[in-house]
T-cell receptor
Framework: DAGVTQSPTHLIKTRGQQVTLRCSPK?????VSWYQQALGQGPQFIFQ???????QRGNFPDRFSGHQFPNYSSELNVNALLLGDSALYLC????????????FGPGTRLTVT | KNEVEQSPQNLTAQEGEFITINCSYS?????LHWLQQHPGGGIVSLFM???GKKKHGRLIATINIQEKHSSLHITASHPRDSAVYIC????????????FGKGTKLSVKP
């Protein structure tokens, strides 16, 4: 079992650009949550996807959007990048009804210059 | 507002020492996670607990629901335990999301 995988591991973008981050959940999991972790801070919840729909959303602007595919993998898209979007983006997967058992991926380190 | 607070923010210990990290949370959590994050970012889930106490090797986690408080203990600490330890509360029941503390940076010196 490969666990939760994320790609790419590192990414450098310029202000105003758009970025797509990808996450493959652990086998058997159908729910994907995305978190943003700024340097020195705890992760902040962005949104959660289940059955290809956004089920919950944290306090993030509409520039942050996502998608879940039929195979439960997920993408996080960020438009009009700002310097403040530089962070580690973490994906966590879980099974419906077992959201307390979230398994985390290694994260994607995004740097916006 | 749902909040999770950890203490201390930073902790330095000598190898072999007993370590305690504390976590306090506001009402409404259904479960609490303790997570470990090494430099580079990857997060590993150590414990999930909603009551009582759990033990895994040298790690022990306890939770007191009435006092809204949890602790993570490390016995016989080792330099490889050096990491950031994060507690996170699951709010919202079966469709909830995790609210994270800011983490405790632990450094264990040989």
């Amino acid at each position: 079992d490969a666990g939760v995988t994320q790609s790419p591991t590192h990414l450098i973008k310029t202000r105003g650009q758009q970025v797509t981050l990808r996450c493959s959940p652990k086998s058997g999991h159908d729910t994907v949550s995305w978190y943003q972790q700024a340097l020195g801070q705890g992760p902040q919840f962005i949104f959660q996807y289940y059955e290809e729909e956004e089920r919950q959303r944290g306090n993030f602007p509409d520039r942050f959007s996502g998608h879940q595919f039929p195979n439960y993998s997920s993408e996080l898209n960020v438009n009009a990048l700002l310097l403040g979007d530089s962070a580690l983006y973490l994906c966590a997967s879980s099974a419906q009804g077992h959201l307390y058992e979230q398994y985390f991926g290694p994260g994607t380190r995004l740097t916006v210059t | 507002k749902n909040e999770v607070e950890q203490s201390p923010q930073n902790l330095t210990a000598q190898e072999g020492e007993f370590i305690t990290i504390n976590c306090s949370y506001s009402v409404g959590i259904s479960a609490l996670h303790w997570l470990q994050q090494h430099p580079g970012g990857g997060i590993v889930s150590l414990f999930m607990l909603s009551s009582g106490k759990k033990k895994h090797g040298r790690l022990i986690a306890t939770i007191n629901i009435q006092e809204k408080h949890s602790s993570l203990h490390i016995t016989a600490s080792h330099p490889r335990d050096s990491a950031v330890y994060i507690c996170a509360g699951l709010y919202g029941g079966s469709q909830g999301n995790l609210i994270f503390g800011k983490g405790t940076k632990l450094s264990v010196k040989p």
